[in-house]
């Protein structure tokens, strides 16, 4: 193994996490969570995005993030109309299909708001925060 190479973590509780949220001072104001888990799926993102099929499946990913960058984008949901909980879990390394990419919790205080905000984070993260490159059969 090379010093610098990452070892894909282990995926958090949203139980655990769950508990945590509604502990927190602010939950008295959230009257819904939504969460996302994002996985390592077979089929490559161009196929499912943009309809390119070079009939190839995907063996696994390599992933990284910018720290600064996920962070800022927190801070900047944190923000959003009724928005009271953010809380982010990003994987890295080498991962295989079926292993968890990342996990997102939002809790707000109605429907619209907190989709919203999950739909922006969970953009927000993969399109400025992340490197993500496919490994194929």
């Known amino acids: 193994m090379m010093i610098n190479e990452k070892i894909?973590?282990?995926?958090?509780?949203?139980?655990?996490?769950?508990?945590?949220?509604?502990?927190?001072p602010m939950a008295l104001q959230v009257g819904m969570f939504l969460v996302?888990?994002?996985v390592v799926r077979q089929t490559?993102?161009?196929?499912?995005?943009?309809?390119?099929?070079?009939?190839?499946?995907?063996?696994?990913?390599?992933?990284?993030?910018?720290?600064?960058?996920?962070?800022?984008a927190i801070a900047e949901t944190?923000?959003?109309?009724?928005?009271?909980?953010?809380?982010v879990w990003l994987n890295e390394g080498q991962l295989e299909v079926g292993d968890d990419i990342m996990y997102v919790l939002i809790g707000g205080d109605i429907r619209p708001h907190v989709v919203d905000a999950l739909q922006f984070l969970v953009e927000?993260?993969?399109?400025?925060?992340?490197?993500e490159i496919e490994q194929k059969l």
């Not at 196929?47 to 910018?66: I, N, P, T």
């Not at 944190?78 to 809380?87: A, P, S, T, W």
């Open 8 to 24: 894909k973590k282990a995926s958090p509780s949203i139980d655990e996490w769950l508990k945590e949220a509604k502990a927190d």
């Open 36 to 38: 996302h888990n994002g």
């Open 44 to 72: 490559p993102k161009a196929k499912v995005r943009q309809g390119l099929d070079d009939g190839s499946l995907v063996k696994g990913m390599e992933f990284a993030f910018d720290a600064v960058k996920v962070d800022a």
């Open 78 to 87: 944190n923000k959003m109309d009724g928005i009271f909980y953010v809380k």
């Open 124 to 131: 927000k993260i993969k399109t400025q925060c992340v490197t």
